[in-house]
């Protein structure tokens, strides 16, 4: 029997907050939760002022009789992350719980298929088919945005047709920007279709004090771990390589500082750090010179270095020049060169040709540089090489090796959290569409303790947006978490690292467990771990 289908027989435990007696919604007495900006309101008029809610039990009461009928959809928004179909799983265990005729209906290829009218019937026996398997295969995704007055009126058109009275998109910031925006819209339309969001991205950077972590972060880094301390046992036996390996990111650098925690390389870039040091491409290969050259000293040619997708952007002189290529760009000037400052240009005619080609290259859906096609760690590789020639005996053996994880993590079997944490927000979502509330992202908090003590509760999305420029225009969005300097950590990982940068201190987390002791086969992210990661 392969793991896959012994997984299918994984029962998810639920917080008890979720279990047996009647469950209610409780809005947040202190009002803690509060807009990031004001100035939100008047484009959610609807939808602005939803209080926080709380999920509860009302004592010992009894699950109340089953109501007769709901028809709800479901969609995935975005990137693959692993988990998503226990979101589903949820959701429909729930309905069938709580009503004696309810209907989930899946909308295939992501957004598209809400505005081609693409669809599937979730039976029971495709959703037990899918059940703590990984990807998003059951019914596919995509990136497609519903904005603008026809693709939101198609939206609201096709979901009255099929006679749904809620939505459910599972999604990262955008797409739960997306989620505010239909509810928003749809409040305001004759017949009532409630959205509700999920909060799905293994970047980790959909997270608020309220929202611990996103979905899918803890199976991805925990599969990237595994390969990057595969690569740091390779190099401490060969002893001859330097492994740059990048790791997914593009705004924030989680998944970096999460892999550092498990994996301790010799050096590991935090883009937030480099914003907040104002450091350059070139300060940030005089400091991996650096750690080469005293490694040299030792008598140590190789070692493994860990850099954040998005690190370009966060550099100063890199930042400001992928800005105004973004904007020459945007106001489609022919020669993206002659719009350069000087000091640009310099930057711009020193960096290989490879990068030059990548930086002019097709914006992305939200018009940003497509920086994960960006050869980050080729880059610093080449600027490095360079730099080395001033130094022949190290040079001579300075042997590097690039690699980018990224699509190794995004759709594997989810770890015994990413079952648990989705199937969880599945059911709140449920709930929430059962008690007519729209406007809201599941969520649960005290993700690190252990899962009888989540607290599930609903956060009102409007209050989670903000303005940001995007395609040279301001618009309402998610803000993207960054790393905290005064987590638990970064501080961790800032005290350790030092010692990790002449010393072979590589810890090898292999592959991810689903039998064993529970201290392994439940574990939570290190990123969660309170007062201490115990490092």
């Given at each position: 029997m392969?793991?896959?289908?012994i997984?299918?027989?994984?029962?998810?435990?639920?917080?008890?907050?979720?279990?047996?007696?009647?469950?209610?919604?409780?809005?947040?007495?202190k009002?803690?939760?509060?807009a990031?900006?004001?100035?939100?309101e008047?484009?959610?008029?609807?939808?602005?002022h939803?209080?926080?809610?709380w999920?509860?039990?009302?004592?010992?009461e009894?699950?109340?009789?089953?109501k007769?009928?709901i028809?709800?959809?479901?969609?995935?928004?975005?990137g693959?992350?692993?988990?998503?179909?226990?979101?589903?799983?949820?959701?429909?265990?729930?309905l069938?719980?709580?009503?004696t005729?309810?209907?989930?209906?899946?909308?295939?290829g992501?957004?598209e298929?809400i505005?081609?009218?693409q669809?599937?019937l979730?039976?029971?026996?495709?959703?037990?088919?899918?059940?703590?398997?990984?990807?998003?295969?059951?019914?596919?995704?995509?990136r497609t945005?519903?904005?603008g007055k026809?693709?939101?009126?198609?939206?609201?058109?096709?979901?009255?047709?099929?006679?749904?009275?809620?939505?459910?998109?599972?999604?990262?910031?955008?797409?739960n920007?997306n989620?505010?925006?239909?509810?928003?819209?749809?409040?305001?339309?004759?017949r009532?279709?409630?959205?509700?969001?999920?909060?799905?991205?293994i970047?980790?950077?959909?997270q608020s004090?309220?929202t611990?972590?996103?979905?899918?972060?803890?199976?991805?880094?925990?599969?990237?771990?595994?390969?990057?301390?595969?690569?740091?046992?390779?190099?401490?036996?060969?002893?001859?390589?330097?492994?740059?390996i990048?790791?997914?990111?593009?705004?924030?650098?989680?998944?970096?500082?999460?892999?550092?925690?498990k994996?301790?390389?010799?050096?590991?870039l935090?883009?937030?750090?480099?914003?907040?040091?104002?450091?350059?491409?070139?300060?940030?290969?005089?400091?991996?010179?650096?750690?080469?050259?005293?490694?040299a000293?030792?008598?140590?040619?190789?070692?493994?270095?860990?850099?954040?997708?998005g690190?370009?952007?966060?550099?100063?002189?890199?930042?400001?020049?992928?800005?105004?290529?973004?904007?020459a760009?945007?106001q489609?000037?022919?020669?993206?060169?002659?719009?350069?400052?000087e000091?640009?240009?310099?930057?711009?005619?020193?960096?290989?040709k490879?990068?030059?080609k990548?930086?002019?290259?097709?914006?992305?859906p939200?018009?940003?540089?497509?920086?994960?096609?960006?050869?980050?760690?080729?880059?610093?590789?080449?600027?490095v090489e360079?730099?080395?020639?001033?130094?022949?005996?190290?040079?001579?053996?300075?042997?590097?090796?690039?690699?980018?994880?990224?699509?190794?993590?995004?759709?594997?079997?989810?770890?015994?959290?990413?079952?648990?944490?989705?199937?969880?927000?599945?059911?709140?979502?449920?709930l929430?569409?059962?008690?007519?509330?729209?406007?809201?992202?599941?969520?649960?908090?005290?993700l690190?303790k252990p899962?009888?003590?989540?607290?599930?509760?609903?956060l009102p999305i409007?209050?989670?947006?903000?303005?940001?420029?995007?395609?040279?225009?301001?618009?309402?969005v998610?803000?993207?978490a960054?790393v905290c300097?005064s987590?638990?950590?970064?501080?961790?990982?800032?005290?350790k690292?030092?010692?990790?940068?002449?010393?072979?201190?590589?810890?090898?987390?292999?592959?991810m467990?689903?039998?064993?002791?529970s201290?392994?086969?439940?574990?939570?992210p290190?990123?969660?771990r309170?007062?201490?990661?115990?490092?």
């Amino acid at each position: 029997m392969r793991l896959e289908e012994i997984r299918r027989e994984f029962h998810p435990v639920l917080p008890k907050a979720l279990r047996g007696c009647k469950l209610r919604l409780q809005e947040d007495p202190k009002g803690n939760f509060q807009a990031k900006d004001a100035s939100v309101e008047s484009a959610f008029p609807h939808t602005f002022h939803h209080p926080l809610l709380w999920v509860s039990t009302e004592g010992k009461e009894k699950i109340p009789p089953k109501k007769q009928t709901i028809r709800v959809g479901v969609v995935f928004s975005g990137g693959q992350a692993p988990g998503g179909h226990n979101v589903i799983a949820g959701i429909f265990d729930a309905l069938q719980e709580r009503f004696t005729d309810p209907t989930l209906i899946g909308f295939i290829g992501g957004p598209e298929g809400i505005l081609e009218n693409q669809t599937t019937l979730l039976t029971k026996e495709k959703v037990d088919l899918y059940r703590n398997q990984g990807g998003f295969d059951l019914l596919g995704s995509g990136r497609t945005k519903i904005e603008g007055k026809k693709a939101i009126e198609k939206a609201y058109q096709n979901s009255k047709d099929l006679r749904l009275q809620g939505l459910v998109i599972i999604g990262g910031d955008d797409s739960n920007t997306n989620a505010a925006v239909l509810a928003e819209a749809f409040s305001q339309k004759d017949r009532r279709i409630a959205v509700i969001g999920v909060p799905k991205t293994i970047d980790g950077d959909l997270q608020s004090d309220y929202t611990p972590i996103s979905f899918g972060f803890h199976t991805a880094t925990s599969v990237y771990a595994e390969m990057v301390g595969n690569i740091a046992k390779d190099a401490s036996s060969a002893k001859k390589y330097y492994h740059f390996i990048r790791l997914m990111g593009r705004s924030a650098s989680h998944v970096t500082l999460e892999c550092a925690l498990k994996t301790q390389p010799n050096f590991a870039l935090i883009s937030e750090e480099c914003l907040e040091k104002k450091k350059s491409v070139f300060s940030v290969v005089e400091e991996l010179v650096s750690l080469i050259k005293k490694r040299a000293n030792q008598g140590k040619y190789y070692g493994v270095i860990l850099i954040p997708e998005g690190l370009l952007e966060f550099l100063t002189d890199m930042k400001q020049l992928i800005s105004s290529i973004n904007e020459a760009l945007f106001q489609g000037v022919s020669s993206v060169e002659s719009t350069l400052q000087e000091s640009e240009k310099k930057l711009f005619s020193a960096l290989p040709k490879s990068i030059q080609k990548q930086l002019l290259m097709d914006r992305d859906p939200h018009g940003n540089v497509q920086v994960s096609k960006i050869s980050t760690e080729g880059l610093l590789v080449a600027m490095v090489e360079e730099k080395l020639r001033a130094f022949p005996e190290v040079a001579n053996k300075f042997h590097p090796a690039s690699h980018f994880f990224v699509y190794e993590g995004r759709a594997s079997l989810p770890s015994n959290f990413d079952a648990n944490y989705c199937y969880s927000l599945g059911k709140i979502a449920a709930l929430l569409l059962e008690d007519g509330k729209t406007g809201y992202m599941a969520s649960l908090l005290h993700l690190h303790k252990p899962v009888d003590e989540w607290q599930p509760l609903a956060l009102p999305i409007a209050k989670m947006l903000h303005t940001e420029r995007r395609k040279g225009k301001e618009k309402l969005v998610i803000a993207k978490a960054l790393v905290c300097f005064s987590s638990e950590a970064y501080q961790t990982f800032a005290k350790k690292r030092g010692d990790w940068e002449l010393s072979d201190a590589y810890l090898c987390p292999g592959p991810m467990q689903f039998f064993g002791p529970s201290a392994v086969v439940d574990a939570h992210p290190f990123s969660l771990r309170k007062p201490n990661l115990g490092l």
